[in-house]
């Protein structure tokens, strides 16, 4: 009897490891390879056409992606804006100390004359001065999504020694004071810290791609030995 139940037993054992592994190992037919065109154009009989065309018109009007206040926003909203400044914050705090840190390596002095390179001049030479490298700030925020109006370069004079020095600026949501200062070698500042709080140094010059705009007192404002 005990013979008959162990053999049954071990019968039983054989079948269920064979049912599990053929279960386990069961081959697939291989998947075929699908090819999606993604952008092809949809028809004005499309049944989403509609629908996305209302949206469309609608989020080109909102007055929040103009970058327009609304009253009495939701705690959503606030902890969105909030969330988006720090990360702005951020991506510009990582930049400036990656360029600083490359310009030590990376750093070439004009020798003939006063040569501004453009980027793919730097890329090609391997390095520049400081108005070269003020580049690698400048096209990095525009290709990050920062605005025409927050991002600028500027050429910085130095009162007392008359040097002038490439630095970018960011004006913070596109406001008119007192913007950060972006320096890509760090003569100015290490760190990136409001023009107010520099001393010494001052913008003349501002301009990018396409517009120029020269830096003048405002009527009324204190002198530098009054500030």
Do not use: N
Request: with cysteine; charged share 25%; aromatic share 8%.
């Amino acid at each position: 009897m005990l013979g008959s139940w162990v053999v049954r037993s071990l019968v039983v054992s054989v079948v269920s490891l064979l049912l599990v592994s053929c279960a386990g190992f069961q081959p697939t037919a291989p998947l075929s390879p699908v090819s999606l065109d993604l952008f092809v154009p949809a028809p004005a009989d499309d049944p989403w056409e509609h629908k996305i065309r209302e949206w469309q018109a609608r989020h080109d009007q909102d007055p929040v992606q103009r970058g327009e206040a609304i009253e009495k926003p939701s705690e959503l909203a606030k902890e969105y804006e909030q969330f988006t400044r720090e990360l702005r914050l951020r991506l510009v705090e990582d930049t400036v100390a990656w360029v600083q840190e490359r310009s030590r390596s990376y750093y070439r002095a004009d020798e003939d004359r006063d040569h501004w390179a453009t980027l793919g001049e730097m890329a090609k030479t391997g390095g520049d001065d400081c108005d070269g490298l003020d580049l690698l700030t400048f096209v990095l925020l525009r290709r990050l999504g920062f605005q025409d109006d927050e991002i600028y370069r500027s050429i910085v004079v130095e009162q007392d020694s008359g040097q002038h020095h490439m630095v970018t600026l960011w004006f913070e949501g596109g406001g008119r004071e007192d913007p950060f200062v972006l320096d890509p070698t760090g003569v100015v500042t290490q760190g990136m810290v409001r023009l107010s709080t520099i001393e010494g140094w001052e913008p003349i010059q501002l301009f990018d791609e396409e517009a120029h705009f020269r830096v003048e007192a405002s009527p009324g404002a204190p002198s530098v030995a009054g500030r």
